[in-house]
């Protein structure tokens, strides 16, 4: 029996829903909106790795190998699925030192920390 390519594994799947996410925002904009929403599109993986990058490294630069360590996550993994897609929307910026996140990802965070907060007193 064949067992199909793509159809098991979580990584997998990440990467398959990663693709499918960024090719979703090439599409040029037609008309002039406000500033995307980041805070939809970026899913726990994301900001835990832009958090942890922030919390441990001062932001960085940092190796990869450093960052997958702290995270949890497989070096590859972050480099084929994570890392493109936040180097794509400007969260994330690669040196030869390293990987630096970048003001726009750490205003992103705090705002979504402080709306979480306002909806704990509000609601």
Known sequence: MAIKRGTTGKKNTQSVKKTTR?????????????????QERLDWTDRMILETMINNFNGGPVGLESVAASTGEDAKTIEDVYEPYLLQI?????T????????????HLLKGVIAQQNQGVIG
């Open 22 to 38: 960024s090719s979703n925002h090439q599409q040029p904009s037609k008309t002039v909106e406000s500033p995307p929403n980041h």
């Open 90 to 94: 400007g969260f994330l910026h690669r």
């Open 96 to 107: 030869h030192r390293g990987r630096m996140v970048t003001e726009l990802a750490r205003e």
